[in-house]
Each structure stands twice: as C-alpha cells, then as structure tokens.
C-alpha cells in the first residue's frame, strides 16, 4: 500500500488501466471525544490543503501540457500529484469520521496508517488527456451528488457515530464508497490514471477471491444496506440541487424586481413616472 509508486513500465498482472485503490482500515471503535471536536481538529489540515491544492492546480495545468507532448506525467509531477491525492483523501476520511487516527502533515503517511492510496502511472492517451475536462464530467455529476447527498445528513451521522462509538457498517461502506469513487474522480482529472472511474457500487463478491482481502475497502464488497444508502445520498445530493437551483432562480427574479422597481422614478410636478 503506497501513495505513490513509480515505475516506468507495468507490473506483472496489472490491467490494461490500473484503477486506483483507496486503502481504508475499519476502526473497532472511535473516541467519543475525537468525533466531538473532529472538524475543529482538521482546520489546521484545511489549512495546509488550502496551500496544497493552490500548487496542485498548476502543477495539474503544467502536467496537462507535458502528458500531452510525452503520453505520460513526469516523475516529479506524479509524485507531487499522488502526495496531495493521499493528504486530501486521508483528511477526507478523518472529516467523514471513517477513521479515528489523527492525519499526519505529510505527502507520504507513514505504512501503518489506515488509509493508504494505490496510483501507478501509466501510459496516457493524448486524446483523452485533451478532452479530459469534458471526459470526466458523467462521473463528476456522480461524485457531487453523491458527496452532497453524504453532506445533507452529516449531523445526523455525526450523532450516530458520537452517540454508538463507531459508525454502523452499512453507513461505513456507503461513505467509504463516495470517498473511493471522488478520490478516482480526482486522480482521473489529475491525469494520475487513464482510468475512467468506475466502482461506484463496489466489487462483485463473486468476482473476488476468498481470503485475500488486504482492508476494509481492497475489495470493497457493498452490503445491500451499504448500496440502499449509496441511493439515498444520490438522491439527497439530486434534491439539494434542484432546491438550490430554484431558490437561485427565485432570488434572481426578485432582485430583478427590486431593481425595476427602484429604476422607476415618480415625477414630482406631473406625477408621471420616468425611467
């Protein structure tokens, strides 16, 4: 389990297009007080993603223009993309109370932390890397709404992990599922895989060999409660834009008002209006 693994050619067994794999160690149990006080905990992470994710953007711009002269990103540019895929998905996973260790500062975590990623580069379709942006958007639909409808009830699974000391399983795989699926979403854009993001839903258990499971989510096998809740924050995510959509819309309408209101300017002698 690695960040970040490079190697100029492929391994022995690999796929055509390696997807990436999120790592994610089950907690037994979590500390009331840390999921209490869990957001308050992660601002100084914030922080660091803040700077982070301003030198990703144009490391992703730079690694754009260099994947499409070389059919591949840069060793360097590989390396610094992975590292801040892993930080954010590793403060991620703490905000979505997935797990109960604290995040570490750092680009590459330490081999016994509990949310590892597996990306390998690969060659990349120059074709696909031009249209990357439109390619990408079916699944980044998916990851919004799911991530949204996730968001909509977040106090509610706050309560439950605070209330229960850990986060009941169906909850657990449908979180660690939308945290998968975005951070596959985030490595297709940041051209760190030509694979397109798949996996939603999880694995097929009969496409996965017994006893050779290495966490919680490598494979990923979805119970049907697990699945039911992946829907449901799929719909939430759907309600809440439509809800924005309109309640935009409306605001719009009114200030239009407001303005062609206070555009309209009574005559004081003949009570006439003028604009």
Known sequence: MADAQWSPGRRAGDAEEFLPVLDLVEPVRQRRLTVFFRLLLLIPHFVVLFFLEIASFFTVVFGWFA????????????????????YRTRVAASGMLLIDRYPPFALNPPPDYPV????RPSRLNRLAVFFRLVLVIPAAVVQSLA???????????WLITLILGRMPRPLFEATAATLRYEMRVSAYVSMLSPAYP???????????????????????????????LLVL??????????TASVT????????????????????????MIAR
């Open 67 to 86: 994947a499409l002269v070389l059919g591949r990103l840069p060793e360097p540019v590989f390396r610094f993309l992975a590292g801040v895929l892993g």
């Open 116 to 119: 590892q990623i597996d990306v």
């Open 147 to 157: 991530v949204s409808g996730w968001c909509v009830l977040a106090v509610l699974w």
């Open 198 to 228: 798949k996996g939603f839903f999880g694995e097929d258990a009969l496409s996965v060999p017994e006893r050779q499971g290495r966490s919680a989510t490598r494979p990923l096998v979805m119970t049907s409660g697990g699945k039911a």
């Open 233 to 242: 924050f799929l719909v939430l995510g759907l309600v809440n834009a439509l």
């Open 248 to 271: 935009r819309s409306s605001s719009d309408d009114s200030d239009m008002w407001m303005r062609q209101q206070t555009g309209r300017v009574v005559h004081p002698s003949t009570g």
